[in-house]
């Protein structure tokens, strides 16, 4: 199954500045940590939400979960990341 509406996929630049690469997050350090391994940082945040579109957009979703706060897609692949694009 493909992601719905991946064509329409907008990715929130809070979620990614404030949650997925800030270091001070309560919930998101080790997050930030993980992605600056592959290059990704605040100043190119950029880079991560178009990285996340395209994975929506080419892989197939593996798991749905519903819950209070809407329906929940989990896309499994290779994310393409600044190290990756610099060989």
């Known amino acids: 199954m493909n992601l719905p509406n991946a064509d329409q996929a907008q990715v929130d630049r809070k979620k990614i500045t404030e949650y ?38 080419t892989y197939n979703v593996t798991k749905v979960v519903e819950s209070e706060y809407g329906t929940r897609y989990s896309v499994d692949g290779l994310l393409e990341t600044p190290d990756s694009r610099n060989p």
């Open 20 to 57: 997925l690469l800030c270091t001070s997050h309560p919930d998101g350090s080790n997050k930030a940590i993980f992605f600056s391994q592959f290059g990704f940082t605040l100043e190119n945040w950029k880079l991560l939400a178009e990285s996340l579109r395209k994975h929506g957009a």
